[in-house]
């Protein structure tokens, strides 16, 4: 059995993947969150965090938001992190500009979630065939919502609503990518 260990840069991740992953990955693997205040935290703590983790079946995995950072460069720095950890082999993800990014790649279990069915007839616009590139993500879910969507209860309201399958998100599905390569089929 494996561990899957995530490190989070705040708690609306944690919610997101608590609903999400039981869709995604077989009893067999277990998941523990590791939950830091924000992403200076996480990058200050992670290389201790990962080398004194002492389970030997687990595999890391760290999602942390772009903001208004170089994806490339933020994704090095915590890549070398984890190989000065003992770990070079994490997988390191970055969500295009914020998480919210990855709900409105999903503008279904956006209607779902917040029971705006005329939500979804909006994933033809254009700004909402590649969320990624949006400027403030997390703003324009408030906004698409009528001021519904707020951080932890949104994040835990869509994770179990967000198809694998259906999300235009490229940062989302390389998320997917990564962590079907990391976890057994089922």
Same mark, same amino acid.
């Given at each position: ?10 708690? *609306? ?8 992953? @039981?869709?995604?990955? +077989? ?7 590791? &939950?830091?205040?924000?992403?200076? !935290?996480? =990058? ?11 389970? $030997?079946? *687990? ?7 772009? !903001?208004?950072?170089? /994806? ?6 915590? &890549?070398?992190? /984890?190989? %000065?950890?003992?770990? $070079? ?6 969500? /295009?500009? =914020?998480? =919210? +990014? ?7 279990? &956006? %209607?779902?979630?917040?029971?705006? $069915?005329?939500? =979804? ?9 590649? $969320?990624?590139?949006?400027?403030? @993500?997390?703003?324009?879910?408030? +906004? ?8 932890? %209860?949104? +994040? ?13 998100? @490229? ?12 976890? @057994? %089929?089922?």
């Amino acid at each position: 059995m494996i561990t899957l260990v995530f490190f989070l840069e705040e708690p *609306s991740a944690k919610a997101m993947l608590e609903g999400f992953l @039981p869709g995604l990955v +077989s009893d067999s693997v277990n998941t523990r969150f590791i &939950v830091f205040e924000g992403k200076q !935290d996480l =990058e200050k703590q992670l290389e201790r965090r990962i080398r004194g983790w002492r389970s $030997p079946d *687990s595999k890391f995995v760290i999602i942390r938001d772009q !903001d208004s950072g170089d /994806c490339h460069t933020i994704k090095a720095r915590l &890549v070398e992190k /984890c190989a %000065a950890a003992g770990h $070079p082999d994490v997988l390191v993800r970055i969500a /295009c500009r =914020e998480l =919210e +990014s990855w709900y409105l790649g999903d503008l279904s279990a &956006v %209607a779902k979630a917040f029971g705006l $069915p005329a939500i =979804e007839r909006r994933a033809s616009e254009s700004k909402f065939r590649d $969320p990624d590139r949006l400027n403030n @993500p997390a703003q324009e879910l408030i +906004s698409l919502t009528q001021g519904r969507y707020q951080k932890i %209860a949104g +994040s835990r309201a869509l994770g179990p609503l967000l198809n694998a399958n259906a999300n235009v998100s @490229p940062s989302f599905n390389t998320l997917l990518a990564g962590l079907r390569r990391l976890i @057994p %089929a089922s």
